[in-house]
């Protein structure tokens, strides 16, 4: 009998990519992948990045297949550095739900597919 990690196959390895501000847009962060405790210094290091280069940051959750704790510390520590968006899908780890249960919401501007239609719908914190 194996010990494999997924049944379904092997985990999704991660890509944090930084993407420098631009005229008028923001730094942005996307994550890709499953975050967890072996590889939260990485995206740390990409938010850091990001947030030392701009005073607005996005973080781009929407192709997370996995986050744990670590992430939503990391994120905790983003929007103390910066003015954090974060782009959150409508299914998956990173959920509106999971951002409001932990507070992020309270801190971090957080976007959905549904607030994107309706900018109204738009939570947290103002610029």
């Known amino acids: 009998m194996t010990n494999d990690a997924s049944p379904a196959g092997p985990v999704p390895h991660a890509r944090f990519e930084f993407l420098p501000a631009g005229e008028g847009a923001p730094a942005t962060v996307?994550?890709?992948?499953?975050?967890?405790?072996?590889?939260v210094g990485q995206f740390q290091a990409a938010l850091d990045q990001a947030a030392a280069a701009s005073s607005a940051v996005i973080a781009d959750m929407t192709?997370?297949?996995?986050c744990d704790s670590a992430t939503i510390r990391a994120l905790f520590r983003a929007a103390r550095q910066s003015r954090l968006t974060?782009?959150?899908?409508?299914?998956?780890?990173?959920?509106?739900?999971l951002l409001k249960v932990?507070?992020?919401?309270?801190?971090?501007?957080?976007?959905?597919?549904?607030s994107a239609r309706d900018p109204g719908?738009?939570?947290g914190r103002s610029s």
């Open 30 to 39: 996307r994550a890709v992948g499953d975050i967890d405790v072996t590889n």
């Open 63 to 66: 192709a997370v297949t996995y």
């Open 86 to 97: 974060i782009q959150a899908g409508a299914v998956g780890p990173i959920t509106e739900s």
């Open 102 to 114: 932990s507070g992020l919401d309270q801190v971090a501007t957080v976007v959905t597919p549904d």
């Open 121 to 123: 719908g738009m939570r």
